[in-house]
């Protein structure tokens, strides 16, 4: 394919086009008559080529974050005649207050502010 591109020595101090980069004179570049100059593949420095991605990275995650997402419903909790309420764990590495034995994630328990959390097959003894 036709191209402008040559390969060139500057001859004074420029800027690479791609990664803005310092081109010190007489670097080897790539040379377009209307774009300028850029390094050759390979040569953008370590530094500025992570800036580079991590720009790219940030671009991409501000896409991310315009993109719609979808709603959770969250399921009500349903309260127990102890004024508990009964849900699902959502985390684990909680403990049950009955039985001291580790609640796992997805497990029912019933939760009262204050006193914490229980398996729902618990029966607490202070009622
Ligand atoms: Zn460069
Ligand atoms: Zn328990």
């Not at 500057?10 to 080897?28: F, I, N, S, W």
């Amino acid at each position: 394919m036709p191209s402008s591109w040559r390969t060139i020595t500057t001859q004074k101090d420029g800027e690479c086009r791609l990664c803005g980069g310092q081109v010190p004179a007489g670097t080897e570049v790539r040379w377009h008559p209307t774009k300028g100059i850029e390094h050759q593949k390979g040569e953008h420095t370590a530094d500025i080529k992570a800036e580079f991605a991590e720009s790219t990275a940030q671009r991409e995650a501000a896409l991310a974050k315009a993109a719609p997402v979808a709603v959770e419903e969250r399921p009500k909790a349903e309260r127990l005649p102890s004024g508990e309420a009964k849900m699902l764990s959502k985390y684990a590495g909680s403990t049950c207050r009955v039985c001291t034995q580790p609640i796992v994630k997805g497990a029912e328990i019933a939760w009262i502010k204050g006193k914490g959390a229980r398996h729902i097959e618990c029966e607490p003894e202070d009622g």
